[in-house]
């Protein structure tokens, strides 16, 4: 159920341009590269990329976001919940990451816990 979930929310948030605003071109491209290390397992390389992502981009819910995946497939589950929590600061309307987030709070969440991640639908911002 936990799956199905994130990657509903997953493509949901990356794909909603309403939502979304513009950032910077190398925000673009460090999420997007997040997101093909993070495709290959690469969850280190992954991270590193989401965050420099949010540095670039302070309002990108969505690179916190995907770095709490990144914390979560490396068992770091304090991180992972920052992470989220940081993410839902900024798009507290995120239903689907709220569940996600009490779930692994309350240690409900199980590995593997994987978003479906399309690079082509990111849009960058909030």
């Known amino acids: 159920m936990i799956k199905r979930i994130l990657a509903f929310v997953v493509l949901t948030t990356i794909s909603l ?3 979304l605003l513009a950032g910077s071109d190398s925000s673009v491209i460090s999420y997007k590269q997040g997101l093909t290390f993070y495709s290959q397992n690469h969850f280190d390389e992954a991270l590193a990329h989401f965050l420099q992502a949010a540095d670039q981009n302070f309002h990108s819910w969505q690179s916190y976001e995907m770095a ?6 490396m068992r ?14 900024l ?13 692994l ?3 409900a969440a199980v590995l ?3 978003p479906v991640a399309d690079t082509g639908a990111y849009l960058p911002g909030t």
Request: hydrophobic share 30%; aromatic share 12%; glycine share 8%.
């Open 17 to 19: 341009p309403s939502l």
């Open 68 to 73: 709490g995946y990144c914390y979560f497939q």
């Open 76 to 89: 770091d589950k304090e991180s992972a919940l920052e992470a989220f929590g940081e993410s839902l600061k």
């Open 91 to 103: 798009n507290p309307h995120n239903a689907r990451l709220v569940k996600v987030y009490n779930d």
């Open 105 to 107: 709070k309350e240690g």
């Open 112 to 114: 593997p816990l994987r």
